[in-house]
């Protein structure tokens, strides 16, 4: 089989990539990603150095870049995981996200679909789904949970599941979809809450607590993540959808607290700041369907998967701090900057 892996160059794309070259797969794995802000060869170079993938510069809306890769590479598959994907960017601004999310994944169902290719997996997220109550622990998002979103992210990407569903119903070409909690790992971007606040700490600055901290995610290692989109690929039920989570609620105090602790540093670092607009209060996962079907369980407790992703940020502090040295700044002074 040859496999697409769009996004490849970005945080769970990337894991994803060393997941299949650690499974000693006999695929041939491309990897398109157009290297935005959030994309970065470094990240993936061993893979490419040893031919472990071949790796193409492009933008999963140019279609006719798209059409060449998919008769080139003679592809089969594609696993879709190019997109746009912090909430806070879309609220300053929600363009490329629309372009990307939407618009990229039609161009890649319609590619797809007119190159007879045999397994769409769309990478999506629990925040389709909306919030659920801080006070009602027993309710969790199943498959069956309506879609609700808050931010223009999550109604970018439930327009993109929106229409990967509209393919198979419509043309019976060969989707698949998960939906999946916040994930934390090697490689996550700075911008999102675990690395920003290990970057911050080690840098003795302030740590930017939205609202009162009290939001409540259900974090997963991205390594479970990718173990169960691969599971998913060869395995899981065309048309249908797969909620992928850890069954591990932290709030962001608690999270911001571990990471401190785990770091020796004091607690008067953090900062609470106003909240992010239209907030989501809190995210949990039924993730029954896929241990039935599939057999899929997360392995990485997070007790454990926490130290050994803040070890990742330690030891390779020269992937990171040339991120937030760079054009990070401008970002980190407008997101942050007048907020507390
Ligand atoms: P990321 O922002 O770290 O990486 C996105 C990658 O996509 C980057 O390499 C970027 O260069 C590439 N990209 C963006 N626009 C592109 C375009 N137009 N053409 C080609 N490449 C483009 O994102 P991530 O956190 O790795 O998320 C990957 C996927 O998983 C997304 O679809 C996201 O919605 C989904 N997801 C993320 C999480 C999470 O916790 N991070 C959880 C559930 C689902
Ligand atoms: O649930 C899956 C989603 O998880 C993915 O679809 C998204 O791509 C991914 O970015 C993530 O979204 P969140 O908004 O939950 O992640 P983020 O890391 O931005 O924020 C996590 C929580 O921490 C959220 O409640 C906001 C809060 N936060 C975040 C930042 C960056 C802070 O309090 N301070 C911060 O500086």
């Known amino acids: 089989m040859n496999q697409l892996i769009t996004g490849g160059a970005g945080f769970i ?11 000693n797969t006999k695929d041939k794995i491309v990897c398109l990603d157009s290297l935005t802000y959030a994309g970065n060869l470094h990240t993936i170079d061993s893979l490419i150095k040893e031919d472990k993938i071949t ?3 492009g933008d999963i809306t140019d279609r006719a870049l798209v059409d060449k890769v998919l008769t080139e590479h003679q592809i089969d598959v594609i696993v879709h995981f190019a997109a746009e994907s912090h909430v806070d960017r879309s609220i300053e601004d929600a363009s490329a ?13 319609e590619a797809g679909r007119q190159h007879g290719i045999s397994r769409f997996h769309q990478v999506s997220t629990d925040e389709v789904y909306g919030d659920l109550p801080l006070d009602r622990p027993d309710l969790l998002f199943t498959e069956e949970t309506p879609i609700h979103t808050s931010s223009p992210y999550s109604a970018s990407k439930a327009s993109a599941d929106l229409l990967v569903l509209a393919y198979f119903r419509t043309f019976r070409f060969p989707v698949t979809i998960s939906r999946c909690s916040n994930n934390y790992g090697p490689y996550q971007f700075p911008e999102k809450l675990i690395p920003l606040m290990i970057a911050n700490a080690l840098a003795d600055k302030k740590l930017p607590v939205y609202g009162k901290g009290e939001n409540v995610r259900d974090w997963l290692h991205v390594r479970d993540h990718c173990r169960a989109i691969a599971m998913i690929v060869n395995d899981g039920k065309v048309g249908e959808v797969y909620n992928i989570g850890g069954h591990n609620e932290r709030s962001n105090i608690q999270i911001v607290q ?4 785990s770091l020796g540093k004091d607690e008067s670092l953090i900062e609470y700041v106003t909240d992010r607009k239209g907030h989501d209060l809190r995210y949990a996962i039924d993730a029954s369907k896929i241990g039935k079907e599939l057999g899929w369980k997360p392995e990485i407790y997070f007790d454990e998967g926490i130290v050994s992703t803040i070890k990742w940020y330690l030891d390779n502090k020269p992937w990171w701090e040339e991120i937030v ?7 980190y002074a407008k997101m942050y900057g007048g907020r507390s």
């Open 97 to 109: 996200f629309l372009n990307t999310n939407i618009l990229g994944t039609h161009v890649l169902l």
């Open 55 to 57: 790796f193409v510069k």
């Open 325 to 331: 040295s760079g054009e990070y700044q401008a970002y």
């Open 13 to 23: 794309g990337a894991n994803y990539l060393y997941y299949l070259a650690e499974q």
């Open 258 to 261: 571990t990471i401190l602790q």
